[in-house]
């Protein structure tokens, strides 16, 4: 089954500990993005990659960091400098970065949690 | 103000009721509007999308644009339980990369 797994799906952390969200896609998806989704604010743009080993800020890119090695891997590492980082993360993919940015394949979401 | 405004309810209509979604944007520069559902603790499904102005109709399912008004719908006609969720709409300019989503509403329909 083609499609985006992200893991774990519950994440538990201290806070001050760095934590990797992992996400895959087996779509053969040229672009990949990082989603935050906190109650009745929708979802907000954390980073966004085009092409392998490369990778763009998105509008709340402060304490996340990515790494885009693998075409099929988009890891988003939520560091100790992120001021909030509870919520529910979303990760997807689409075919390419521009012409058909409609077409966003979402993952499952993993929702963390920092005590 | 944000760039994309959307009631996010809750709405609950009782089963077979036609349901109006709506948002409203500020950017005139969007062109491409899309509807997303998402279940609880899921990611969010691609429902429909348009481009420009006008109507579109899947099923059940209609989305209309009016860009005069910068006024974007989706209507549920005899709606289902199965169709609880929060639908979220999403918009972006031509070579944008990246969509801009509106906060969300929680529909709930009632058996």
């Known amino acids: 089954d083609g499609g985006i797994t992200q893991s774990p799906k519950y994440l538990f952390r201290k806070e001050g500990q760095n934590v990797t969200l992992s996400c895959e896609q087996n779509l053969n998806h040229d672009a990949m993005y990082w989603y935050r989704q906190d109650p009745g604010q929708g979802l907000r743009l954390i980073y966004y990659?085009?092409?392998?080993?490369?990778?763009q800020k998105g509008d709340i890119a402060e304490g996340y960091s990515v790494s885009r090695e693998k075409k099929e891997s988009f890891p988003l590492t939520v560091t100790s400098a992120q001021k909030n980082p509870t919520a529910f993360y979303l990760c997807a993919s689409s075919l390419q970065g521009n012409s058909d940015l409609y077409e966003q394949y979402f993952g499952p979401g993993t929702r963390l949690t920092v005590t | 103000q944000k760039e994309v405004e959307q009631d996010p309810g809750p709405l609950s209509v009782p089963e077979g009721a036609i349901v109006s979604l709506n948002c409203t944007y500020s950017n005139s520069a969007f062109q491409y509007f899309m509807w997303y559902r998402q279940y609880s603790r899921k990611g969010p499904e691609l429902l429909m999308y348009?481009?420009?102005?006008g109507n579109k109709e899947d099923g059940r399912f209609t989305a209309q644009v009016d860009k005069s008004s910068k006024y974007i719908s989706l209507f549920i006609r005899d709606s289902q339980p199965s169709d609880s969720a929060t639908y979220l709409c999403a918009m972006s300019a031509q070579g944008a990369q990246k969509l801009v989503f509106g906060q969300g509403t929680r529909l709930t329909i009632n058996p």
């Open positions: 348009t481009y420009s102005s």
């Open positions: 990659s085009q092409i392998v080993n490369d990778f």
